[in-house]
T-cell receptor, first 115, second 115 residues
Framework: AQSVTQLGSHVSVSEGALVLLRCNYSSSVPPYLFWYVQYPNQGLQLLLKYTSAATLVKGINGFEAEFKKSETSFHLTKPSAHMSDAAEYFCAVSRGSSNTGKLIFGQGTTLQVKP | DTGVSQDPRHKITKRGQNVTFRCDPISEHNRLYWYRQTLGQGPEFLTYFQNEAQLEKSRLLSDRFSAERPKGSFSTLEIQRTEQGDSAMYLC?????????????FGPGTRLLVL
């Protein structure tokens, strides 16, 4: 069975500081991995996805994530936090298009950005 | 706007009443997913359609829940005899499955409150 664990339900950084949101996955097949962002009372917006093409994935709004198979991790980073980055972030895993594409989500990490 | 749309955005109902939600996917997307998200949690998979065929249902989807996608376009999710535990955000997502994989795009969600 696939699963995702997000370490840290709340992360607080100062504006301009590095953002690091942690995600570890468990999968018996090569996974597809995603990061989504959710602003209050809104749906989820795709930040980036890993589909085995490249281990370092660049997304929107300056975010990127690195797939590390040996560590079963897919951590999300951004060099310099902006106030508008404050939101809920979700890591998700799926089996890909060869099977059901349903996403298994982590519990989420709330990012707070302090001025 | 060519994104996923959901209607209504908010629904308040009394316990025991029936409610129906609608999802309009991105045009030509062949897969449509329903998820449920409770406060402070990540979305949980409920069911999905490939065109008009419902291919998988989660154990979370009790007999009181039914979903349809009659012509392979929009979808409805009905909850009969609502219970307070049904209070949640119901999210719809759509995707186009191709050889390069699949990416789910989410709608804004329908927030249900059962009194």
């Amino acid at each position: 069975a696939q699963s995702v664990t997000q370490l840290g339900s709340h992360v607080s950084v100062s504006e301009g500081a590095l953002v690091l949101l942690r995600c570890n996955y468990s999968s018996s097949v090569p996974p597809y991995l995603f990061w989504y962002v959710q602003y209050p009372n809104q749906g989820l917006q795709l930040l980036l996805k890993y589909t085995s093409a490249a281990t370092l994935v660049k997304g929107i709004n300056g975010f990127e994530a690195e797939f590390k198979k040996s560590e079963t991790s897919f951590h999300l980073t951004k060099p310099s936090a902006h106030m508008s980055d404050a939101a809920e972030y979700f890591c998700a895993v799926s089996r890909g298009s060869s099977n059901t594409g349903k996403l298994i989500f982590g519990q989420g990490t709330t990012l707070q950005v302090k001025p | 706007d060519t994104g996923v749309s959901q209607d209504p955005r908010h629904k308040i109902t009394k316990r025991g009443q029936n409610v129906t939600f609608r999802c309009d996917p991105i045009s030509e997307h062949n897969r449509l997913y329903w998820y449920r998200q409770t406060l402070g949690q990540g979305p949980e998979f409920l069911t999905y359609f490939q065109n008009e065929a419902q291919l998988e249902k989660s154990r979370l989807l009790s007999d009181r829940f039914s979903a349809e996608r009659p012509k392979g376009s929009f979808s409805t999710l009905e909850i009969q005899r609502t219970e307070q535990g049904d209070s949640a955000m119901y999210l719809c997502a759509s995707s186009l499955v191709s050889l390069s994989g699949e990416t789910q795009y989410f709608g804004p969600g329908t927030r249900l409150l059962v009194l």
